[in-house]
């Protein structure tokens, strides 16, 4: 299978690190590589030159000649960019190593394994890495190091020089953003994630303090806080929101309709959230049972009712398309949304402003629970695929609202997934 000689080394290290462009999307110029800026920073830390190349150049190869490794950070829909570099170093600088890491590599291992790849790092990239390119990795082809939290906590945050930051803005009401994580790894189950049940690792509240202050400096009024649920919670949003209040800066987390209170609500406003992101996923109670969701429609509307009464909007997040899906809930999906967009809310600069909504049709990566009983022909689960997930690109959200659709129900075909999508989403978000 590999056509390709190990890459000969004993070189000295200088590692080009390759954030991928995403010509699947919209642009792929508002949230920063986070990841790619974390090892960058980790290398620095180590005195191991490292370089961040946004635009990777595949008709400029010779450019590259001075890496001894290319390090390619990939999600799964980025695979056909980071395989067509790998195949153009193997081509035209055989000395040089290719390195892939990132999501995709922790979650298409199997794949992966079957390019010509030097190595394959799955989970945190930190120290991998640095053995990589100190050649202590021997012939070891992929590499699991994972981090402990107080480790974690002794890396330098992701580089942030201000020219390559401002490359990348996100805005929410109004406000140019940019993305910090206070922790890793999510705790909750959901059959559709494939970050569910991961370890929950969290940064101290003055590490992320200290982001907090780059980014301002680097010339942002926001910060939209990405990990998967913040609000985990009442201990842990207390420490770090004391932390970001001293800041004065508006934000955005993710909050769950579980842990979602009066006292949390009132927190989050009072260090500056004016906007939470949250997986509601579908206005069933069956469907949110039959996903693990292990949250209630009524808490979801809770949880609207909560943070609106604070002058907090909810952006709330649906995936079509769940086993189940049929016409009865997509009724009670569509009566939730009207309820939901009915609202109104006074925002920070006085307006009265609506809420948000995002809606998806899901696509069964092969690290969700769900993929893995279809996988295993479990015909308990009314999902069927119309066509290999795994020969798709991978997205679920495109440019201009496209997305990739490989699924359909007892209930309802793709086209009527498609057509239900469309429909709402021109409903509601016209509003
Ligand atoms: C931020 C984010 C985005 C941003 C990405 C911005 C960017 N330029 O990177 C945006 C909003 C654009 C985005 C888009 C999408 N995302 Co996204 N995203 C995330 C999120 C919330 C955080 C990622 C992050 O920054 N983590 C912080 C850094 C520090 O961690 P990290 O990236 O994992 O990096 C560490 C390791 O992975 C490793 N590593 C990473 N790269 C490399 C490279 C090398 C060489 C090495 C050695 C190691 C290494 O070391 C790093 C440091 O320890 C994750 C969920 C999560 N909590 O992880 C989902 C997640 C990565 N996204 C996911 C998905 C599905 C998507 C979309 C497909 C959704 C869609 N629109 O259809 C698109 C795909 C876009 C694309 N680029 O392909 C999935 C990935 C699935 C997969 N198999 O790849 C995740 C895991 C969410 C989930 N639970 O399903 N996403
Ligand atoms: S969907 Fe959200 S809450 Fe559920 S496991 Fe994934 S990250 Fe956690």
């Keep these: 299978m590999n056509r390709y000689p190990v890459a000969q080394l004993g070189r000295t290290p200088n590692a080009l690190l390759v954030a991928l462009r995403d010509p699947f999307l919209d642009s792929d110029r508002i949230?920063?590589?986070?990841?790619?800026?974390?090892?960058?920073?980790?290398?620095?830390?180590?005195?191991?030159?490292?370089?961040?190349?946004?635009?990777?150049?595949?008709?400029?190869?010779?450019?590259?000649?001075?890496?001894?490794?290319?390090?390619?950070?990939?999600?799964?829909?980025?695979?056909?960019?980071?395989?067509?570099?790998?195949?153009?170093?193997?081509?035209?600088?055989?000395?040089?190593?290719?390195?892939?890491?990132?999501?995709?590599?922790?979650?298409?291992?199997?794949?992966?394994?079957?390019?010509?790849?030097?190595?394959?790092?799955?989970?945190?990239?930190?120290?991998?890495?640095?053995?990589?390119?100190?050649?202590?990795?021997?012939?070891?082809?992929?590499?699991?190091?994972?981090?402990?939290?107080?480790?974690?906590?002794?890396?330098?945050?992701?580089?942030?020089?201000?020219?390559?930051?401002?490359?990348?803005?996100?805005?929410?009401?109004?406000i140019r953003a940019s993305t910090i994580l206070t922790a890793k790894g999510c705790p909750m189950s959901c059959t559709f994630c494939e970050d569910a049940r991961t370890r929950v690792r969290m940064y101290s509240p003055d590490y992320v303090g200290v982001q907090i202050k780059e980014i301002k400096e680097a010339g942002y009024q926001g910060i939209m806080f990405f990990d998967d649920v913040m609000t985990l919670s009442k201990k842990r949003v207390r420490d770090l929101t004391q932390e970001i209040a001293k800041h004065e800066i508006f934000f955005r987390c993710f909050g769950h309709a579980r842990t979602m209170t009066g006292e949390i609500a009132d927190m989050l406003k009072k260090a500056g959230c004016i906007e939470t992101g949250v997986g509601m996923e579908t206005g069933s109670q069956r469907i949110l049972d039959a996903v693990q969701k292990k949250t209630t429609v009524e808490q979801n509307r809770q949880y609207v009712l909560t943070c609106n009464a604070r002058g907090i909007r909810v952006k709330a997040f649906f995936i079509l398309g769940l086993p189940g899906e049929n016409a009865e809930s997509i009724a009670e999906t569509e009566r939730f949304l009207h309820f939901l967009m009915e609202q109104k809310i006074t925002a920070y600069n006085g307006k009265i402003i609506h809420n948000d909504f995002d809606m998806t049709i899901f696509f069964p990566y092969s690290g969700t629970e769900i993929r893995r009983r279809m996988d295993a022909g479990d015909t308990d689960i009314d999902l069927m695929l119309t066509q290999n997930p795994d020969l798709k690109k991978g997205f679920y959200k495109g440019a201009q609202g496209s997305s990739e659709i490989v699924v359909q129900t007892r209930g309802m075909s793709a086209d009527a997934l498609t057509e239900t999508q469309k429909r709402l989403l021109s409903t509601y978000k016209a509003r």
């Excluded at 055989?94 to 892939?100: D, E, L, R």
């Design 31 to 174: 949230m920063p590589p986070m990841g790619i800026m974390a090892l960058h920073a980790y290398l620095m830390s180590r005195n191991i030159p490292s370089k961040i190349e946004n635009n990777f150049d595949l008709n400029a190869m010779e450019h590259y000649r001075s890496y001894s490794h290319i390090c390619i950070s990939c999600m799964t829909p980025q695979k056909s960019e980071a395989y067509a570099i790998l195949q153009a170093v193997k081509r035209n600088l055989p000395k040089t190593a290719v390195v892939i890491g990132g999501p995709h590599a922790s979650f298409y291992l199997e794949e992966c394994k079957t390019q010509p790849f030097d190595y394959i790092v799955v989970g945190d990239g930190e120290l991998a890495l640095e053995e990589i390119l100190s050649g202590r990795a021997g012939g070891q082809k992929v590499l699991e190091y994972n981090i402990t939290e107080q480790q974690m906590n002794t890396f330098p945050p992701p580089f942030r020089g201000k020219e390559f930051l401002n490359q990348y803005a996100f805005h929410f009401q109004g």
